[in-house]
């Protein structure tokens, strides 16, 4: 077996690793969601005055719809349920995130860079273009074969 064979069997052997790999995934992105949400609902005032010193317009409603997505996407994400489609809002709050917060403060996630939320955003694009998985409700209710 030459190297050329050698590595096609092993892409298609690791093809059996992917639904562990969505379910892991969307599991590890849900867990990171979820601190953040619970601490916006646990104080929505601070975090609307927060929103307001970044500038952001706006901040009760734009705090409300922050936790919402992110709550929502913590519960979705966790089921595999709707997963192409909460990953877009997900998508888009990583990218307010990156812009009023984490660009200033350059890459590197200790000194509270943008590293971390790109990183969630790559993940998200992952779950938009591939699904949720074969352990997922996506697959269950809609018939999805990632």
């Known amino acids: 077996m030459?190297?050329?064979q050698m590595y096609l069997e092993f892409s298609r052997l690791s093809e059996y690793a992917k639904?562990?790999?969505l379910f892991t995934a969307r599991l590890a992105i849900a867990y990171g969601f979820y601190g953040p949400a619970m601490m916006k609902w646990s104080d929505m005032a601070s975090?609307?005055?927060w929103f307001a010193s970044l500038g952001i317009p706006f901040p009760t409603f734009n705090a409300y719809m922050a936790?919402?997505?992110e709550i929502t996407g913590v519960i979705l994400l966790t089921l595999g349920l709707l997963t192409r489609l909460i990953s877009l809002p997900l998508i888009v709050v990583m990218i307010v995130?990156?812009?009023t917060v984490h660009?200033?403060?350059g890459f590197s996630a200790g000194d509270n860079g943008f590293e971390i939320p790109l990183y969630y955003m790559l993940f998200l694009l992952i779950f938009v273009s591939h699904g949720a998985g074969k352990f997922s409700l996506d697959r269950l209710f809609f018939g999805e074969k990632n």
């Open 2 to 4: 030459n190297y050329k």
């Open 97 to 99: 995130a990156i812009v």
């Open 19 to 21: 639904p562990f790999a």
């Open 67 to 69: 936790a919402s997505t």
């Open 103 to 105: 660009l200033p403060n």
């Open 47 to 49: 975090v609307a005055d």
